[in-house]
C-alpha cells in the first residue's frame, strides 16, 4: 500500500512511512495500464520529499461520479426523505435491481481539498455530508486505489422530485476528496470502517460508522456499469454510496467540520461554509 498526495509538479508516495518525491502526474497514473507497477518502479528510485503543504484534492483531470441507495440505510433514508412525494418506490427498486444507480458528481473545480470549506445550497434548507469509500479507476476501468468522499447532498431538493437529484447533488464544492490516494494492488477487507464526526462549536453533534461490508454491490461490478458505452480518457473517480446517514432532525450548518475516516487512507476534514 503506497499513499500518493499530490504537489504542484510532482507526487509525493509514502512507502513505509517515507516520504518520497516521485516524477509522475495524477494523470500519468490514472492512464496507465498498471497505475502500481508504475508507481512502484518509480518509487525504487525516488528520493525523500516533505509532504506538500497545504494538501491538495488527489486528483487532476477526472471527473467524479456517485453510486446511490447501495446500502440498507441509504435506501431507508431515501425513501422516508420523499415519501410524500411519491418517490418512495423509487429507491426500493434501485437498490434490488441490478443495474445500480450511479451520476455524475463533480468536475475538479467543484471539489473541496482536505481542509477546505466544502458548501451547502442557498436554496436548500436540510444538508448532510455523506461520507464514501471512492474508488480510483484507471482508463481501461481497472480499480487500483481508493480515497475518501465527502458527497455533499441537499436532502429536502432530491426528496421533492426524484428528478431534481442533479441539482441536490452538484454544484460548486459539493464535493471533497482527500486526503490522499491510497494505491494498493490488494482490495480493502470487508471490516474496513467509515466513520464520521460531525463538530459544532467544538462539540460533536453527530458521529456515526459502517463497514464495506454492509454495501449490496461489488466494487467491480459498479465500475463495470459505470465504463458501459461512457469512456474516461484520464480515469476517474467513483464514490461508492453512504451507509451512515444522520437523522430526519439534523442539517447542516455553515461554521460546522466534518471529519470522515478510513483508517488506511487517513482523515478527510473540511469545515462548511
Given at each position: 500500500?503506497?499513499?500518493?498526495?499530490?504537489?504542484?509538479?510532482?507526487?509525493?508516495?509514502?512507502?513505509?512511512?517515507?516520504?518520497?518525491?516521485?516524477?509522475?502526474?495524477?494523470?500519468?497514473?490514472?492512464?496507465?495500464?498498471?497505475?502500481?507497477?508504475?508507481?512502484?518502479?518509480?518509487?525504487?528510485t525516488?528520493?525523500?520529499?516533505?509532504?506538500?503543504?497545504?494538501?491538495?484534492?488527489p486528483?487532476?483531470?477526472?471527473?467524479?461520479?456517485?453510486?446511490?441507495?447501495?446500502y440498507?440505510?441509504?435506501?431507508?433514508?431515501?425513501?422516508?426523505e420523499?415519501?410524500?412525494?411519491?418517490?418512495?418506490?423509487?429507491?426500493?427498486?434501485?437498490?434490488?435491481?441490478?443495474?445500480?444507480?450511479?451520476?455524475?458528481?463533480?468536475?475538479?473545480?467543484?471539489?473541496?481539498?482536505?481542509?477546505?470549506?466544502?458548501?451547502?445550497?442557498?436554496?436548500?434548507?436540510?444538508?448532510?455530508?455523506?461520507?464514501?469509500?471512492?474508488?480510483?479507476?484507471?482508463?481501461?476501468?481497472?480499480?487500483?486505489?481508493?480515497?475518501i468522499?465527502?458527497?455533499?447532498?441537499?436532502?429536502?431538493?432530491?426528496?421533492?422530485?426524484?428528478?431534481?437529484?442533479?441539482?441536490?447533488?452538484?454544484?460548486?464544492?459539493?464535493a471533497?476528496?482527500?486526503?490522499?490516494?491510497?494505491?494498493?494492488?490488494?482490495?480493502?477487507?470487508?471490516?474496513?470502517?467509515?466513520?464520521?464526526?460531525?463538530?459544532?462549536?467544538?462539540?460533536?453533534?453527530?458521529?456515526?460508522?459502517?463497514?464495506?461490508?454492509?454495501?449490496?454491490?461489488?466494487?467491480?461490478?459498479?465500475?463495470?456499469f459505470?465504463?458501459?458505452?461512457?469512456?474516461?480518457p484520464?480515469?476517474?473517480?467513483l464514490?461508492?454510496?453512504?451507509?451512515?446517514?444522520?437523522p430526519?432532525?439534523?442539517?447542516?450548518?455553515?461554521?460546522?467540520?466534518?471529519?470522515?475516516?478510513?483508517?488506511?487512507?487517513?482523515?478527510?476534514?473540511?469545515?462548511?461554509?
Open positions: 500500500m503506497i499513499l500518493v498526495y499530490p504537489a504542484p509538479d510532482h507526487l509525493v508516495a509514502v512507502v513505509n512511512g517515507q516520504p518520497l518525491r516521485v516524477d509522475l502526474s495524477l494523470d500519468a497514473l490514472f492512464t496507465a495500464e498498471d497505475p502500481a507497477a508504475l508507481l512502484a518502479a518509480h518509487c525504487a525516488a528520493k525523500p520529499a516533505p509532504l506538500p503543504a497545504p494538501l491538495r484534492a486528483l487532476q483531470s477526472q471527473e467524479v461520479w456517485a453510486a446511490g441507495v447501495t440498507f440505510r441509504s435506501m431507508t433514508a431515501r425513501k422516508e420523499s415519501k410524500d412525494t411519491g418517490g418512495g418506490t423509487f429507491y426500493d427498486r434501485v437498490y434490488h435491481a441490478e443495474r445500480p444507480e450511479l451520476f455524475f458528481k463533480a468536475t475538479p473545480h467543484r471539489v473541496a481539498a482536505p481542509g477546505t470549506p466544502v458548501r451547502i445550497r442557498a436554496d436548500s434548507k436540510w444538508n448532510v455530508p455523506e461520507p464514501e469509500l471512492t474508488l480510483a479507476i484507471n482508463s481501461r476501468g481497472k480499480i487500483f486505489g481508493y480515497t468522499g465527502n458527497d455533499m447532498s441537499s436532502r429536502d431538493i432530491e426528496g421533492e422530485n426524484p428528478l431534481y437529484l442533479p441539482q441536490a447533488k452538484v454544484y460548486d464544492r459539493s471533497a476528496l482527500g486526503p490522499a490516494l491510497l494505491v494498493t494492488t490488494e482490495p480493502l477487507p470487508p471490516t474496513t470502517e467509515i466513520a464520521i464526526e460531525i463538530r459544532r462549536d467544538g462539540a460533536a453533534v453527530f458521529t456515526g460508522a459502517t463497514t464495506i461490508s454492509q454495501i449490496k454491490r461489488t466494487f467491480v461490478s459498479l465500475a463495470e459505470l465504463f458501459r458505452d461512457n469512456t474516461f484520464q480515469g476517474c473517480y464514490m461508492t454510496g453512504t451507509g451512515v446517514v444522520p430526519d432532525s439534523f442539517t447542516l450548518r455553515s461554521g460546522d467540520e466534518v471529519r470522515i475516516t478510513i483508517a488506511p487512507i487517513g482523515t478527510l476534514t473540511n469545515s462548511v461554509a
